[in-house]
């Protein structure tokens, strides 16, 4: 069991974000990376079709026995993750609560930013799970539905007028509210952490719920007396649309080249 | 057989701006929308991927004995028409066809612009057709990936500095061209027609693919004497995801509030 494969998906290719970040926290696992490229973006459907898309991704990370399997999407932690968690043997670890607890140690003046996709702004995800942990901040939430299509279509440079603009129009709303910690909730964002940064100023603290995520994976995996004892872990990348982009927008989220075979599957099969 | 209805199908709602032209072209005709909402954008996605989708959506519509069914859908009518069409008892009308020839009858100099999704642009089904009905015309294709997104966020306003920054990145290539026809290669992209129109300038004549295509099943029909003889025609509308947003979204599309039925049905089903 120690030996088997960490499960990793993502409706689209931004929870390679988090599989980074997993990857450089635990070397020696084996991961198997599902981004589900043809039926993306999850963030605009409705809460039944993401659901029912959610348990065919883990039916099929079910095949590789994974030992744990980490929700690195926004949508999917806040909206299915709750749904369908117990129907599989093992642990499904979300990004949402990982990263409301962060953002309650971070914060001093008790006061969250949340952005997202507008189906994980909707749910109110993180507003539930802040309030129950930490029942005296204040959150301020908001949807920002350009920010996925123009980091898929590479606008993610600091000057890029796209990019900034949109940054504006929506997080203009946010700087009232005069936020110490802002939660990136959605696994896309941190590839713009650097211009939402000057945006919102130094003194805001920006939670990755991917890294946060990873870190609980690897916690639990070490209570449990799990953690591979391997030399180095493989990776595995699938998808449900062609491969061929995969190289380069996979590119742009894992900040480096895919090492590792990418295969495509039919998802509709699970 | 000329009181069944006619189908209209599109990857999501950009496809009612060809609908609003089909109902104001013929009042008189019972006509079915599918909107494949779950699964939108097909703009972005694999060629054996649009296909297959594109199958269901026709099987879908084939359950009503539609007389005629309206791609109207840049994508599926660049990639995938062609594929299917034979294997249905009724004829199926693309965009393209009657765009291009729309575009060879208006253009004077022969310089002809075409923008659409990078599914479509890549197909260059509009470039093939152009060429062969008038081989003289010299053409050049943009991809436009953000017009969609940006449509579907309500970014329509002539002032929006999200939109004018979006037409001024793809369309400043185009403008060294000097093309006096510009074919509006996506049906999202008649809702921001004015502000393409006020980038290109008043002596670039925009072509509405749906509005073509609409006066082409029109005409088809008449030869055949298939037109309806019914006082006034009702609408169905059917998508695949919730319908929740579809009145809002539907809206800024047709116009104006949807008038008839809205369901929601399983495509995977088809």
């Known amino acids: 069991m120690k030996e088997n494969a960490i499960g990793v998906f993502d409706s689209g290719l931004g929870g390679l974000t988090a599989m980074k970040e997993l990857c450089r926290l635990l070397p020696r696992e084996d991961i198997v990376y599902f981004g589900d490229t043809s039926r993306v973006p999850y963030g605009t459907r409705s809460p ?3 659901i029912r898309y959610t348990r065919q991704d883990l039916n099929f990370l079910s095949e590789f026995h ?3 399997a980490l929700v690195a999407c926004g949508t999917i932690s806040a909206v299915a993750l709750d749904k369908v968690k117990d129907e599989y043997p093992f642990p499904v670890i979300g990004v949402i609560d990982s990263a409301a607890r962060a953002a309650a140690r971070c914060s001093e003046n008790g006061r969250i930013g949340i952005i997202g996709t507008p189906a994980t702004i909707k749910s109110g995800a ?11 901040c204040r ?12 980091v898929e279509n590479g606008h993610i440079e600091k000057n890029d007028p796209l ?6 129009l929506y997080l203009s709303q946010l700087l009232p509210f005069r936020p110490d ?6 696994t896309h964002y941190p590839i713009i952490a650097h211009t939402i940064g000057d945006y919102v100023g130094d003194n805001v ?4 719920p991917g890294r946060e995520a990873a870190k609980t994976v690897r916690d639990m ?6 953690l591979s004892g391997r030399e180095t872990g493989s990776h595995r990348y699938f998808v449900s649309d062609s491969i061929e982009n995969f190289e380069t927008l996979g590119g742009i989220f894992m900040r480096r080249s895919i090492n590792g075979e990418v295969h495509k599957i039919d998802i509709e099969k699970y």
């Open 139 to 150: 959150t301020m939430s908001i949807a920002c539905p350009l920010f996925v299509p123009l």
């Open 48 to 50: 039944e079709t993401i």
């Open 181 to 186: 910690t802002v939660i990136l909730g959605c």
């Open 163 to 168: 990019i900034v603009n949109a940054i504006e």
């Open 66 to 68: 994974v030992k744990a």
């Open 221 to 226: 995996l070490n209570v449990r007396g799990l």
């Open 205 to 208: 603290r920006l939670i990755n």
């Open 126 to 136: 993180y507003e539930r799970i802040l309030h129950e942990i930490a029942p005296q």
